[in-house]
């Protein structure tokens, strides 16, 4: 089937410091904040009210992975195909889709244990964006937010899932070996839902904080260059340094949020035409830099 989710709209996180997340997104990402109405921060790096929304709590960790549809049919269908694969879905309070900004908004749990909103309905203001540290702006619009990666030790059920019933179309494959002593072999699957090369992909390894990391992307490389002097200045924990990657060629530098998952800063990524893309293998994670042993120092 072709898949009715359009893109990754948002994603939500738990701190215990909503005030340490704020200084992070606004001086180290150059977005913009505000507070919601029910004490969540809402974090803005286009015309949407929030793409981060980060929520408080009694430890740090991604929550959801929010999904945007075109409209009440396609919603409809996306659920249906769902609980016909036997995956139960939970309707939204008023509460929050209030919250999310939405008018119609379900969830469920996919077979590796992950959260998943899927919204249709935008219901916030499309105010522009206007960085408060001069970022020129960030690469949404129809491909969403941007993309993240999530844990996914059940990885044949949970990529089963998200192909054979979301639709989502195999970008990439990639076997990596995280470079710690003896650690296994981990699969990689990248998938898209639209012209991004992925806004989704399942790692075959667990993470405490619920993430393996989350993607923002700007519209200048020289953003890129701005952001790393800026991690160096503050002392932010580096969780891999500058690189390109071999399959979606992103030049991003990875680091650590303050809800524990990590967050890639890049440029210059490639498109996909969804459903004529044919699958490709990638043998190195990146063409140059990316160590990612840094994060495990």
Not at 162 to 186: I, K, N, R, W, Y
Not at 201 to 218: I, K, R, W
Not at 220 to 245: P, W, Y
Request: include cysteine; charged fraction near 20%.
């Amino acid at each position: 089937m072709a898949s009715k989710i359009d893109a990754l709209a948002y994603i939500v996180a738990q701190s215990t410091d909503l005030a340490k997340w704020q200084d992070y997104a606004e001086n180290m990402l150059g977005m913009t904040t505000a507070q919601g109405a029910t004490g969540t921060l809402d974090i803005k790096m286009d015309e949407r009210d929030f793409r981060i929304q980060v929520e408080a709590g009694d430890d740090d960790k991604y929550l959801v992975s929010g999904w945007s549809v075109a409209d009440e049919a396609a919603l409809a269908a996306i659920r249906t195909a769902i609980e016909a694969a036997g995956v139960a879905c939970d309707e939204a309070d008023a509460a929050l889709c209030a919250k999310r900004k939405v008018t119609q908004l379900f969830s469920f749990t996919d077979p590796s244990g992950n959260r998943h909103e899927v919204s249709c309905g935008y219901s916030g203001a499309q105010d522009a964006f206007s960085s408060p540290i001069g970022v020129a702006g960030f690469v949404t619009g129809a491909q969403g937010l941007g993309h993240t990666v999530l844990p996914a030790l059940a990885m044949d059920d949970t990529l089963a899932f998200f192909t054979e019933v979301l639709g989502f179309g195999v970008s990439d494959e990639f076997d990596f070996q995280p470079p710690v002593p003896d650690a296994p072999m981990v699969r990689i699957r990248f998938l898209h839902t639209n012209p991004r090369h992925h806004s989704l992909a399942l790692a075959e390894m667990p993470d405490p904080s619920g993430c393996v990391h989350a993607m923002v992307e700007v519209t200048s490389m020289t953003d890129v260059g701005k952001a790393h002097d800026r991690l160096q200045q503050r002392g932010e924990k580096l969780m891999a340094t500058l690189g390109q990657h071999c399959n979606d060629k992103m030049t991003s530098f990875y680091m650590k949020t303050p809800s524990g998952f990590a967050l890639e800063y890049g440029w210059g990524g490639a498109t996909v035409e969804p459903g004529k893309h044919q699958t490709t293998r990638s043998e190195a994670v990146s063409i140059w830099g990316h160590d990612f042993s840094v994060g495990f120092q």
